[in-house]
């Protein structure tokens, strides 16, 4: 079934909040992980609530802020976050006051905004919104079990779900990060950098001329390169779709790890078929393909350019047809087909 | 969306013992889990509901030789999905198919944070072991993988309500043909962190808690967890399975009041357990127990009585809090009471409520003992911060 896109907005390394400015200029990162460029959160956030709130809080109420207003949505009948690390922030700054503290006298606001749900939570009581409102942290998988669940809501004639994928990082995460050998170098802007962010859909049942939907989603676990090319074979001719009809590959690329999952994609579609890697953009993260699905969202909508040198993918036009592919450390693996 | 979800088999590990059988008895014979802890390292004087368990002897239960630097949400969650497998007579064919959800609010926390001591003291660690399974899904991975499950899995992270959570999803799974069969519920190690946490809120009762007492004190944390088997009519009589009860009704509703309180009305419970006897088409009257969520807080149990009130009026089912035998086990709270709903209907049994002198003068007493009774439908409530609440209905096949 066809979730469609009324709207979505994502802040990430890059400019993609403001999108007068989308894309348009390189920022070069400062230190050693793809942090966020965030928007002046005066204007969209109270400034009383965003002394408070944590970086994870202030990108994913901005950015789900956004998307609503365009959609023209007051309240939603759903809200669905994925993340996978939650909250990073405040459970390390509670954590650190334990320890430090030596299970001494707390103050208590860091642990209440350590739960994941924070988020949705968060969201829910800024609209006052008191529908659904669940919150998936499943690895590289959070956002995919965010949108599976959303269509379900959809087919079930909820409608305006407020769908997001969610992430932060801080230097003490990093270095933790780093340490387990989850990070390539930035330096080499090869997809294989952390990085962070937060994207948020509205989803409706409502068709509309020239409005994007999320034609499939595909999700597997542990499989070799062999079952990946069956699943995509699967995949395209469940939707009807030949490897001819896409426009556009939105690839997970992380040259850090050269398993030959990327590569094997790649060959199934003609040499010609451009090719995007979007952690370029955005970085590695759990919630990465939420950002591919935002990106992928305005390249539809907005047919936006993407002259920029570092990506510089040439576009056939109009893109009708992006197939985004990622995996997580090879464990988790997702296929998305969006259209217009 | 009218399939049927049937539930064929389910596992609990808790305070209450390694097993159903365990679990069982120790509600029959009103015997709480709640001591002094003996393997979560603490300053904190408090009493918990901790699965009486070293690490070693959980790694050993879980069949997993020599394993070591495993979360114990992780090895909880194992053992209990072993057993929802068996009880179910699920075969290794059949879980190729079959799908997990596991519901859990800190993960691998326990061991995280003893980790995280050592890097702050600038002591050696080995990271890659220390915080490879910090994160929730690592724990659903864990499981899968030790399992031999290969269909869609999902976890779900929205506090005291998570489990709760993964069984609605997973009826839906079914409801909308995307799974068969699917094993949700939860799982959650004590920690620092959280009870520091709950500490710090000022809502643990340094004594044995009692829910639903009018001079209630707080909380007792607890850990385990529990899955359940989901199936869909098809899938259960194509292998012979036997259903144990249905699950006919959930509701998820955000109070949307305060990021950990309850809102004083009960208002996000009253839409949660109205959304679920909505999709349950039954009325007040037909509900025969209600395993509340019950913490034994001053504001839960205020909040949830309310609501209870507004839905029930004068025709109040019976109800009890089994959290004063548990301990409150946060993210696998959902799964082990809805263990308990499902074996109250088995054993056409209400479930009793412990410690309480006085009754509160909004709500009638709970029940009290474990006593025959007419079991045709019960409902569980689970209740979170970030305003989540979560009710479900089971009912007898």
Redesign the interface.
């Known amino acids: 079934m066809r979730a469609y896109i009324k709207s979505t907005s994502a802040i990430c390394a890059q400019q993609t909040f403001d999108k007068s400015e989308y894309l348009a200029e390189y920022i070069a990162p400062e230190g050693q992980y793809l942090k966020a460029t965030e928007p002046p959160y005066r204007g969209i956030i109270d400034p009383k609530q965003i002394r408070r709130m944590s970086r994870i809080i202030k990108m994913s109420v901005a950015t789900a802020h956004q998307a609503l207003a365009e959609a023209e949505v007051q309240v939603p009948e759903a809200i669905i976050v994925g993340t996978g690390l939650g909250c990073i922030e405040d459970t390390i700054k509670f954590l650190k006051d334990i320890i430090e503290g030596e299970e001494g006298i707390l103050s208590p606001t860091a642990f209440i905004q350590s739960t994941h749900n924070t988020i949705a939570g968060q969201i829910a009581l800024l609209l006052q919104c008191p529908n659904y409102n669940f919150t998936y942290a499943n690895r590289g998988h959070s956002f995919e079990n965010s949108v599976i669940d959303a269509r379900i809501q959809l087919s079930e004639g909820k409608d305006n779900i407020l769908v997001g994928a969610a992430e932060e990082m801080n230097l003490q995460a990093f270095e933790i990060m780093y340490n387990m050998g989850c990070t390539g170098d930035r330096n080499k802007n090869d997809g294989s950098a952390l990085g962070e962010g937060a994207s948020f859909f509205v989803l409706t049942n409502e068709q509309k001329e020239g409005r994007p939907y999320l034609q499939d989603i595909s999700v597997s676990n542990h499989i070799t390169a062999e079952q990946l090319e069956k699943s995509l074979n699967s995949f395209l001719a469940k939707n009807k779709v030949d490897a001819s009809d896409v426009d556009l590959l939105l690839m997970g690329s992380n040259e850090f790890e050269k398993d030959g999952f990327y590569e094997k994609i790649a060959s199934l579609f003609a040499d010609n078929t451009p090719q995007l890697d979007f952690k370029k953009i955005c970085g590695e993260h759990f919630t990465a393909s939420g950002f591919a699905m935002h990106l992928g969202t305005m390249i539809l909508q907005d047919q936006v350019s993407l002259n920029n040198s570092y990506l510089a993918p040439q576009l056939k036009r109009p893109v009708r047809k992006i197939l985004i592919y990622n995996h997580y450390k090879a464990m988790n693996h997702t296929f998305m087909l969006l259209s217009i | ?1 009218s399939k049927r979800v049937f539930i064929s088999g389910y596992g609990i590990i808790s305070a209450l013992g390694f097993d159903a059988g365990q679990n069982r008895n120790a509600l029959k014979n009103l015997k709480p889990g709640i001591g002094k802890p003996n393997f979560l390292k ?3 004087e408090v009493v918990v509901g901790e699965v009486d368990a070293s690490n070693e002897q959980l790694t050993d239960m879980a069949a997993l030789n020599g394993a070591s630097n495993i979360s114990r949400t992780a090895l909880l969650g194992l053992i209990a999905t072993k057993e929802a497998i068996q009880m179910a007579g699920l075969n290794k064919d059949t879980l190729i198919g079959t799908g997990l959800l596991n519901g859990t ?1 800190v ?1 691998g926390m326990d061991i995280s ?1 003893r980790a ?2 050592k ?2 003291n600038g002591q050696s ?1 080995d ?2 072991a220390s ?2 399974g910090h ?4 724990s ?2 864990f499981i ?2 030790n399992l031999g499950v ?1 269909g ?8 005291c309500s998570s489990s709760a ?1 993964t069984l609605m ?1 997973g009826a ?2 079914i409801k ?1 043909s ?1 799974l068969d069969c699917v094993i949700a519920g939860g799982t959650d190690a004590l920690s ?2 959280t009870l ?2 709950f ?3 000022k809502i643990l009762d340094s004594e044995w808690c009692r829910p639903f007492d009018q001079n209630r004190m707080g909380l007792n944390l607890g850990e385990g967890a529990a899955f359940l088997v989901l199936e869909s009519e098809e899938h259960l009589k194509a292998r012979n399975g036997k259903a144990l009860a249905e699950l006919i009704g959930y509701g ?9 309180a309850s809102s004083p009305d009960g ?2 419970a009253f ?1 949660a357990i109205k959304t679920a006897m909505e999709v349950a088409a039954v009325k007040p009257e037909q509900i025969s127990y209600i395993n509340a969520h019950g913490t034994g807080t001053a504001n839960n149990d205020q909040s949830e009585s309310l609501a209870l009130q507004t839905i029930f009026g004068k025709n109040m089912p019976p109800y009890s809090s089994t959290k004063a035998f548990t301990g409150h086990t946060l993210g696998a709270a959902g799964g082990i009471e809805a263990v308990f709903s499902v074996m109250a209907i088995e054993q056409q049994v209400l479930l009793p409520s412990l410690n309480v002198k006085q009754p509160m003068d909004i709500i009638a007493a709970p029940n009290k003992e474990y006593k025959s009774a007419k079991v045709e439908t019960v409902l569980s409530n689970s209740f ?5 609440c979560s009710s479900l209905i089971f009912a007898q096949v």
């Open positions: 969306m603490t300053r904190q609010s993960g944070e995280f001591g890097v702050l660690v990271y890659k915080f490879a994160d929730c899904g690592h659903t991975q899968v993988e290969k869609y899995n999902g976890t779900i992270s929205t506090a959570n999803h839906n799974l909308s995307q620092m962190f520091n946490g500490n710090s809120l998820n509703a955000n109070d949307a009041y305060h990021q950990t208002k996000g839409n979170g911060f970030g305003g989540n």
